[in-house]
Protein backbone atom coordinates (compact mmCIF):
# COMPACT_ATOMS: atom_id res chain seq x y z
CA UNK A 1 0.00 0.00 0.00
CA UNK A 2 1.52 3.88 -0.83
CA UNK A 3 1.64 5.27 2.16
CA UNK A 4 2.18 9.21 2.66
CA UNK A 5 2.80 10.87 5.56
CA UNK A 6 3.23 14.07 6.95
CA UNK A 7 5.33 15.41 9.82
CA UNK A 8 2.22 16.65 12.13
CA UNK A 9 -1.38 16.48 12.42
CA UNK A 10 -1.78 19.99 14.28
CA UNK A 11 0.20 22.94 14.34
CA UNK A 12 -0.23 25.95 16.12
CA UNK A 13 1.43 28.84 15.18
CA UNK A 14 2.28 32.47 15.34
CA UNK A 15 1.66 35.61 12.96
CA UNK A 16 5.08 36.15 11.38
CA UNK A 17 6.67 32.73 11.97
CA UNK A 18 8.49 30.54 9.28
CA UNK A 19 6.56 26.90 9.17
CA UNK A 20 8.21 24.04 8.23
CA UNK A 21 5.21 21.24 7.19
CA UNK A 22 6.93 18.08 5.50
CA UNK A 23 5.90 14.91 3.05
CA UNK A 24 7.23 11.72 2.73
CA UNK A 25 6.28 9.08 0.35
CA UNK A 26 7.36 5.78 0.31
CA UNK A 27 6.31 4.29 -3.50
CA UNK A 28 8.91 6.41 -5.45
CA UNK A 29 6.47 8.41 -7.18
CA UNK A 30 7.51 11.30 -8.96
CA UNK A 31 4.92 13.72 -8.78
CA UNK A 32 4.44 14.75 -5.31
CA UNK A 33 1.34 17.68 -4.80
CA UNK A 34 0.82 20.07 -1.89
CA UNK A 35 -2.99 21.04 -1.62
CA UNK A 36 -4.87 23.38 1.09
CA UNK A 37 -8.60 22.68 2.03
CA UNK A 38 -10.82 25.25 3.47
CA UNK A 39 -14.34 24.98 4.20
CA UNK A 40 -16.87 25.87 0.90
CA UNK A 41 -14.26 26.11 -1.03
CA UNK A 42 -12.69 22.59 -1.54
CA UNK A 43 -9.31 21.49 -2.43
CA UNK A 44 -6.79 23.99 -3.79
CA UNK A 45 -3.37 22.98 -5.38
CA UNK A 46 -0.21 25.07 -3.93
CA UNK A 47 2.59 23.54 -5.58
CA UNK A 48 3.44 20.33 -7.30
CA UNK A 49 6.71 18.51 -8.47
CA UNK A 50 7.31 16.36 -11.51
CA UNK A 51 10.79 15.50 -10.13
CA UNK A 52 13.78 16.07 -7.53
CA UNK A 53 14.57 19.74 -7.64
CA UNK A 54 11.54 20.56 -10.14
CA UNK A 55 8.58 22.36 -8.88
CA UNK A 56 5.68 24.14 -10.54
CA UNK A 57 3.17 26.73 -9.05
CA UNK A 58 -0.06 25.47 -8.63
CA UNK A 59 -3.51 28.22 -8.09
CA UNK A 60 -2.44 29.75 -5.26
CA UNK A 61 0.91 29.56 -4.49
CA UNK A 62 1.32 33.42 -2.48
CA UNK A 63 2.78 33.09 0.32
CA UNK A 64 3.98 29.44 0.20
CA UNK A 65 7.60 27.92 -1.16
CA UNK A 66 8.46 24.39 -1.63
CA UNK A 67 11.48 22.22 -1.65
CA UNK A 68 12.33 19.02 -3.32
CA UNK A 69 15.49 17.68 -2.86
CA UNK A 70 14.88 14.06 -2.71
CA UNK A 71 12.41 12.15 -4.40
CA UNK A 72 10.27 10.90 -1.15
CA UNK A 73 10.08 14.11 0.11
CA UNK A 74 8.53 17.48 -0.44
CA UNK A 75 8.29 19.77 2.35
CA UNK A 76 5.75 23.22 2.17
CA UNK A 77 7.47 26.38 3.39
CA UNK A 78 5.15 29.64 5.23
CA UNK A 79 7.45 32.28 4.75
CA UNK A 80 5.92 34.54 7.32
CA UNK A 81 2.78 32.90 8.44
CA UNK A 82 -0.83 34.96 8.85
CA UNK A 83 -3.74 33.80 10.03
CA UNK A 84 -5.61 33.61 6.52
CA UNK A 85 -3.32 30.37 6.18
CA UNK A 86 -4.87 28.85 8.51
CA UNK A 87 -6.62 25.24 7.06
CA UNK A 88 -6.02 21.98 6.57
CA UNK A 89 -3.20 21.08 4.21
CA UNK A 90 -2.85 17.92 2.33
CA UNK A 91 0.07 16.18 0.86
CA UNK A 92 -0.33 13.85 -2.14
CA UNK A 93 1.79 11.75 -4.68
CA UNK A 94 0.73 9.85 -7.95
CA UNK A 95 2.73 7.53 -10.50
CA UNK A 96 2.51 9.16 -13.70
CA UNK A 97 -1.55 10.16 -14.59
CA UNK A 98 -2.33 7.65 -11.50
CA UNK A 99 -4.18 8.79 -8.94
CA UNK A 100 -2.75 10.76 -5.89
CA UNK A 101 -2.58 9.21 -3.17
CA UNK A 102 -2.79 11.85 0.25
CA UNK A 103 -1.41 12.07 3.43
CA UNK A 104 -3.72 12.33 6.90
CA UNK A 105 -3.26 16.12 6.63
CA UNK A 106 -2.08 18.71 9.09
CA UNK A 107 -4.26 21.01 10.71
CA UNK A 108 -2.39 24.40 10.79
CA UNK A 109 -3.83 27.34 13.03
CA UNK A 110 -1.53 30.55 12.92
CA UNK A 111 -2.94 32.82 15.63
CA UNK B 1 -17.71 28.17 -14.67
CA UNK B 2 -15.52 25.78 -12.72
CA UNK B 3 -14.06 22.89 -14.07
CA UNK B 4 -15.80 20.76 -11.97
CA UNK B 5 -19.26 20.96 -10.67
CA UNK B 6 -20.41 18.96 -7.70
CA UNK B 7 -23.07 19.33 -4.99
CA UNK B 8 -22.01 20.07 -1.80
CA UNK B 9 -25.51 18.56 0.01
CA UNK B 10 -25.82 17.50 2.26
CA UNK B 11 -27.52 14.25 1.43
CA UNK B 12 -29.21 11.93 4.06
CA UNK B 13 -30.43 9.01 3.02
CA UNK B 14 -31.92 5.78 5.54
CA UNK B 15 -29.82 2.72 5.53
CA UNK B 16 -29.91 -0.09 3.18
CA UNK B 17 -30.69 3.07 0.28
CA UNK B 18 -29.09 3.51 -2.97
CA UNK B 19 -26.83 6.53 -2.65
CA UNK B 20 -26.28 7.90 -6.24
CA UNK B 21 -23.39 10.66 -6.16
CA UNK B 22 -22.29 12.84 -9.20
CA UNK B 23 -20.47 15.31 -10.98
CA UNK B 24 -20.21 17.21 -14.09
CA UNK B 25 -17.22 18.33 -15.57
CA UNK B 26 -16.45 20.75 -18.68
CA UNK B 27 -13.11 20.01 -19.79
CA UNK B 28 -13.17 17.28 -22.44
CA UNK B 29 -9.31 16.45 -22.33
CA UNK B 30 -9.93 14.57 -18.81
CA UNK B 31 -9.67 11.04 -19.24
CA UNK B 32 -8.91 9.56 -15.98
CA UNK B 33 -11.89 9.83 -13.08
CA UNK B 34 -11.71 9.12 -9.31
CA UNK B 35 -13.55 8.79 -6.85
CA UNK B 36 -12.51 9.84 -3.47
CA UNK B 37 -14.19 9.35 0.36
CA UNK B 38 -12.88 11.70 3.23
CA UNK B 39 -13.66 11.41 6.89
CA UNK B 40 -14.12 14.08 9.18
CA UNK B 41 -10.73 15.81 9.57
CA UNK B 42 -8.81 12.75 7.41
CA UNK B 43 -7.21 13.11 4.89
CA UNK B 44 -8.98 11.96 1.42
CA UNK B 45 -9.05 8.00 0.40
CA UNK B 46 -9.20 6.64 -3.12
CA UNK B 47 -11.95 4.08 -3.49
CA UNK B 48 -12.54 4.27 -7.52
CA UNK B 49 -10.05 5.46 -10.38
CA UNK B 50 -11.38 4.88 -13.73
CA UNK B 51 -10.18 5.37 -17.39
CA UNK B 52 -12.31 6.89 -20.01
CA UNK B 53 -15.96 6.23 -20.06
CA UNK B 54 -17.89 2.87 -19.16
CA UNK B 55 -18.71 1.16 -15.23
CA UNK B 56 -16.41 -0.02 -12.65
CA UNK B 57 -17.32 -2.29 -9.72
CA UNK B 58 -15.59 -2.71 -6.52
CA UNK B 59 -18.12 -4.58 -4.24
CA UNK B 60 -20.74 -1.87 -2.98
CA UNK B 61 -19.24 0.64 -5.31
CA UNK B 62 -19.76 1.36 -9.23
CA UNK B 63 -18.24 4.29 -10.84
CA UNK B 64 -19.80 5.56 -14.04
CA UNK B 65 -18.24 7.60 -16.76
CA UNK B 66 -20.14 9.05 -19.19
CA UNK B 67 -17.93 11.51 -21.72
CA UNK B 68 -20.26 12.59 -24.32
CA UNK B 69 -22.09 13.96 -20.99
CA UNK B 70 -19.17 14.89 -19.47
CA UNK B 71 -20.93 13.49 -16.29
CA UNK B 72 -19.02 11.17 -13.65
CA UNK B 73 -21.37 9.09 -11.32
CA UNK B 74 -20.62 6.89 -7.90
CA UNK B 75 -23.32 4.49 -6.51
CA UNK B 76 -23.27 3.01 -3.25
CA UNK B 77 -25.73 -0.02 -2.54
CA UNK B 78 -26.56 -0.91 0.75
CA UNK B 79 -25.18 2.23 2.40
CA UNK B 80 -24.29 2.01 5.70
CA UNK B 81 -23.79 4.12 8.55
CA UNK B 82 -20.16 3.99 8.56
CA UNK B 83 -20.35 5.51 4.25
CA UNK B 84 -21.05 8.90 6.11
CA UNK B 85 -18.13 10.95 4.98
CA UNK B 86 -17.78 13.76 2.51
CA UNK B 87 -17.22 12.10 -1.23
CA UNK B 88 -15.13 13.92 -3.60
CA UNK B 89 -14.28 13.24 -7.25
CA UNK B 90 -11.27 14.50 -9.01
CA UNK B 91 -10.28 14.08 -12.75
CA UNK B 92 -7.15 14.35 -14.60
CA UNK B 93 -6.30 15.02 -18.05
CA UNK B 94 -3.25 13.09 -20.01
CA UNK B 95 -1.77 16.65 -21.67
CA UNK B 96 -0.59 19.77 -20.17
CA UNK B 97 0.89 17.66 -16.94
CA UNK B 98 -0.56 15.38 -14.20
CA UNK B 99 -2.53 17.72 -12.59
CA UNK B 100 -5.63 16.37 -10.95
CA UNK B 101 -8.70 19.16 -10.42
CA UNK B 102 -11.26 17.86 -7.38
CA UNK B 103 -15.38 18.61 -6.89
CA UNK B 104 -15.68 20.66 -3.99
CA UNK B 105 -16.88 17.32 -2.52
CA UNK B 106 -20.80 15.91 -1.25
CA UNK B 107 -21.54 15.19 2.44
CA UNK B 108 -23.40 12.35 2.60
CA UNK B 109 -25.06 11.00 6.02
CA UNK B 110 -26.50 7.57 6.20
CA UNK B 111 -29.43 7.46 9.22
CA UNK B 112 -29.13 3.81 11.10
Known amino acids: DVKVTQSSRYLVKRTGEKVFLECVQD?????MFWYRQDPGLGLRLIYF???????EKGDIPEGYSVSREKKERFSLILESASTNQTSMYLC??????????FGPGTRLTVL | QKEVEQDPGPLSVPEGAIVSLNCTYS??????FMWYRQYSRKGPELLMY????GNKEDGRFTAQVDKSSKYISLFIRDSQPSDSATYLC????????????FGAGTRLFVKA
Open chain 1, 92 to 101: ASSLGVGAPF
Open chain 2, 90 to 101: AMTSNTGGFKTI
Open chain 1, 27 to 31: MDHEN
Open chain 2, 27 to 32: NSAFQY
Open chain 1, 49 to 55: SYDVKMK
Open chain 2, 50 to 53: TYSS
